[in-house]
């Protein structure tokens, strides 16, 4: 589980996230192993980056993946583009990396199994397990802190100055209060474009 977040404030997006992992009851800080849950990807339009929130088995599937996507097919710039790019990722990690699509017998579609966040120049989104796809205005947070960070977010949204500010306290609220989130933060800010 985790505390990860995406903001987007004063001409900048911003991604940060926390470094535990956890099994069960055991935690796995980062002084035992470099829990790195955002990784970078570039696009025709520039870099972006992706955390996620779900079984730390996601991480290196989904860099895999996304690495193997034709560059022309990876495009993460507006809510359809995120779609699209998930839409043609879903097969690969099914075939490829036998993902398990079932979560429930009265699924809608099937699962990706993962919720993500993502950061570029074009703004910060959010991506749920069936490949909805939520372009966010201001913040947002996913992972079992989220309801924290969420908290912690909306109270220092009008004080802050920076979106870096803001990803902090949500992130530093994640860490305090989930027993699944624990420092250090990681953290990466893009510049928005006009």
Request: with cysteine; proline share 3%; glycine share 10%.
């Given at each position: 589980?985790?505390t ?8 900048q997006a911003?991604i940060?996230?926390?470094a535990l ?10 002084r035992?192993?470099a ?12 870099g ?9 088995a996601?991480?290196?599937v989904?860099?895999?993946a ?9 495009r993460?710039?507006s ?12 097969p ?17 579609y099937?699962?990706s ?8 120049a ?18 947002w947070?996913?992972?079992s ?9 909306h ?6 100055k920076?979106a870096r ?11 305090e209060?989930?027993?699944n ?12 474009k006009?």
């Open positions: 589980m985790t990860l977040v995406a903001v987007r404030k004063a001409g911003v940060a996230t926390d992992i956890t099994f069960g009851d055991t935690r796995l800080g980062s035992f192993e829990n790195e849950k955002i990784f970078r990807v570039e696009t025709p339009a520039g972006s980056y992706i955390g996620m929130a779900g079984t730390a996601h991480f290196p989904l860099r895999k996304m690495a193997a996507l034709p560059k022309d097919q990876l993460l710039g809510k359809d583009e995120v779609f699209d790019t998930f839409h043609k990722l879903h690969v990690l099914k075939d490829t990396f036998f993902l398990q699509t079932k979560e429930d017998d009265n699924d809608p099937e699962s199994q993962f919720s993500a966040l993502i950061a570029n074009s703004g910060i989104y959010g991506l749920y397990s069936y490949r909805e796809v939520f372009e966010f205005k201001e913040f947070a996913i992972g802190g989220r309801s924290f960070a969420l908290g912690a977010m109270a220092t949204w009008g004080k802050a920076t500010e803001v990803a902090l306290a949500g992130v530093h609220a994640g860490c209060f989930d027993k989130s624990g420092g250090p933060v990681e953290l990466f800010t893009v510049k928005l006009k």
